[in-house]
């Protein structure tokens, strides 16, 4: 795996954070369990790309097949059409598909603290970091987000949705609201899932966080460019409870 793509998904947040703005993770999402075809005919790698052109510094590709509709095809097609960092979004939870996500050129990975058991979570990161890929640490919970914090995670995504369920539930920015604070000072906070508006983009923000990952509405937006371009809202100072591990 190239060394170069170490650290890029955080450093194209960062960048977007020192221009003022929270940044917007588009999610390329083929179906929502909840919202059903995302796509209506449109082509995942060619809106990939016009989301790059209005400013997504980095994308999110969703690559479980059986019901979120995406492939790892899907992943490798859009490395290769995009220079934005991109992150693998899966149920992850063997060493072999952290292979095959390194080989397929994703910059990060998406790590559930839900889904797998705490060993295994803590053996997936550190083969994630060895394979020069960032995890990005999920959680759902107070408890999950101690858990992050003992992995000492720099990219921690704040999940308003029950992934458990599918994300069938109407969770939104108030969760990230109640959880941000628990994240250790040095963390890169990604607030995931119920993101509908600028209002709830706003929200979040006032909780302090990098980035909001956003993908039924940008999807189901008329204009997708111009909803993209109303989520990109200014960036807020966290206030930590917590030290610095």
């Avoid at 997504?56 to 899907?74: C, K, N």
Wanted: hydrophobic share 45%; with cysteine.
């Amino acid at each position: 795996m190239s060394t170069e793509l170490v650290g890029r998904f955080s450093a194209a947040i960062g960048a977007e954070n020192a221009r003022g703005f929270v940044a917007v993770i588009p999610d390329i999402k083929c179906v929502s369990p909840k919202e059903g075809d995302l796509l209506r005919g449109r082509d995942p790698v060619e809106t990939a790309k016009m989301l790059v052109r209005v400013g997504a510094p980095v994308l999110s590709v969703v690559t479980e097949r059986e019901r979120f509709g995406g492939s790892i095809e899907l992943l490798d097609a859009i490395a290769q059409a995009v220079k934005a960092p991109v992150l693998r979004k899966d149920f992850i939870t063997r060493e072999e598909q952290l292979l095959e996500t390194a080989a397929l050129g994703a910059a990060a990975v998406l790590l559930i603290c839900a889904t797998t058991d705490e060993k295994n979570l803590c053996a997936l990161y550190e083969k994630t970091l060895a394979l020069g890929m960032e995890p990005l640490v999920e959680v759902h919970t107070a408890q999950e987000m101690v858990l992050a914090n003992q992995l000492g995670a720099r990219l921690i995504g704040i999940n308003n949705r029950n992934i458990v369920s599918l994300e069938k539930d109407d969770g939104g920015p108030e969760r990230t609201a109640a959880l941000a604070a628990g994240a250790h000072n040095d963390a890169l906070l990604i607030s995931e899932s119920g993101i509908l508006s600028a209002d709830d983009a706003r929200l979040a923000s006032l909780s302090g966080v990098n980035a909001i990952l956003v993908g039924t509405a940008l999807w189901q937006a008329s204009d997708m460019g111009a909803m993209y371009r109303a989520l990109r809202v200014e960036k807020h100072i966290r206030v930590a409870k917590c030290d610095p591990l």
